[in-house]
């Protein structure tokens, strides 16, 4: 075999390993064994979110939903800018639990939404994704008695 050929397909297997194996917007949820009602869990989740500076998208008690919106957050300057966000909060009341979902997305100029990344409290979620939405898990934990 040429050698240009054999790099090319090491190359190609290597390339194709790493992004089968990398997933960034499968749904990563967060589960909280929860008893409390439907009302509270609105209740609750939404006073969260908006002390955390998130705006609130939905809230419906009829299918147990809230969603909250978080903008965008830039530090730093020139070639230290860092943007962190802007965030999805999605929490589901499942019965016995919330099922909490987490997004970085993208809103394009045609109104669209698309996901880049999904978070979780693992060590896959950076700790300046974590503080933009730590606080309202650590609430609705407390809120449970978890």
Do not use: W
């Not at 929860?34 to 939404?46: L, N, P, Q, Y």
């Not at 009829?62 to 929490?91: C, D, M, R, S, W």
Request: hydrophobic share 35%; glycine share 10%.
């Amino acid at each position: 075999m040429k050698p240009v050929f054999l790099f090319l397909l090491l190359l190609t297997a290597a390339l194709g390993q790493g992004c089968s194996s990398f997933k960034p917007r499968m749904p990563r949820p967060i589960t909280v064994p929860c008893g409390v009602s439907k009302d509270e869990f609105i209740r609750t989740t939404t006073q969260l979110l908006q002390q955390s500076g998130y705006q609130i998208a939905e809230a419906d008690a009829g299918i147990g939903k809230v969603q909250g919106n978080h903008v965008p957050v830039y530090t730093g300057l020139g070639e230290n800018l860092q943007v962190n966000g802007p965030y999805v909060f999605e929490a589901n009341y499942a019965g016995d639990n919330i099922i909490v979902n987490v997004f970085v997305v993208l809103r394009e100029q045609n109104g669209r939404v698309k996901v880049l990344r999904t978070l979780d409290e693992t060590g896959n979620t950076s700790e300046n994704d974590k503080r933009y939405f730590a606080p309202v898990l650590n609430g609705l934990r407390q809120l449970c008695g978890k």
